[in-house]
Nanobody, 114 residues
């Protein structure tokens, strides 16, 4: 499975961005796709996941501002990020779980200016 993330950039606080993650390769039977992020000097943390059945899970602190969705025909998962804050600045990584393996994309940088 190959994952290509895109959509990052520089945005002012209060703004919005939509990240995309396109999956290719052996995408059949991917169990879960998701987004994680890693800020400078911090550990990578969960942002949101979506299962093959469409169930969604979010980090508690991001509920209400971030929305994960998918376009099955395009094999793409999206992360809509609204009301962005400077503390959302991080590299955002796309992730896919195809039990028992985990795959990671290369990440896309999101910078939120105050």
């Amino acid at each position: 499975v190959q994952l290509q993330a895109s959509g990052g950039g520089l945005v002012q606080a209060g703004g919005s961005l939509r990240l995309s993650c396109a999956a290719s390769g052996s995408i059949f039977s991917i169990d879960v796709m998701g987004w994680y992020r890693q800020a400078p000097g911090k550990q990578r943390e969960l942002v949101a996941t979506i299962t093959s059945g469409g169930s969604k899970n979010y980090a508690d602190s991001l509920k209400g501002r971030f929305t994960i969705s998918r376009d099955i025909p395009k094999n793409t998962v999206y992360l809509q990020m609204n009301s962005l804050k400077p503390e959302d600045t991080a590299k955002y990584y796309c992730n896919a779980l195809k039990i028992p393996r985990v795959y990671w994309g290369q990440g896309t940088l999101v910078t939120v200016s105050s």
